[in-house]
């Protein structure tokens, strides 16, 4: 059974970083693309950051060159590093896999940021 559990949410001020982590569990987690989204109140779940199996991420316009993502196959986790956050980046952010054709979703964690 494929569990995720995500951690490392938070309270921080503009400006300020993060790092949310993924642990996997039930998967071969090197075989897998690993994938972060994000849901702001009253909005859709958006995409934030995609890892490929050999560790290429892709990232959406509204973060890339702040947000990066990694993964740690040892752990079988899989990381969001934030920076330079902003209060739209407010959001409960979810970890995501695509396994044997279904789609897997974390507990999720919230981020508020905000003074």
């Known amino acids: 059974q494929v569990h995720l559990v995500e951690s490392g949410g938070g309270l921080v001020q503009p400006g300020g970083s993060l790092r949310l982590s993924c642990a996997a569990s039930g998967i071969t987690f090197s075989a897998y693309a690993m994938g972060w989204y994000r849901q702001a109140p009253g909005k859709q779940r958006e995409f934030v950051a995609e890892?490929?199996?050999?560790?290429?991420?892709t990232y959406s316009d509204s973060v890339k060159g702040r947000f990066t993502i990694s993964r740690d196959s040892a752990k079988n986790t899989v990381y969001l590093q934030m920076n330079v956050l902003k209060p739209e980046d407010t959001a409960v952010y979810y970890c995501?896999?695509?396994?044997?054709?279904?789609?897997?979703w974390g507990q999720g964690t919230q981020v508020t940021v905000s003074s």
């Open positions: 995501r896999v695509i396994a044997a054709m279904n789609f897997y």
């Open positions: 890892i490929t199996r050999g560790g290429n991420g």
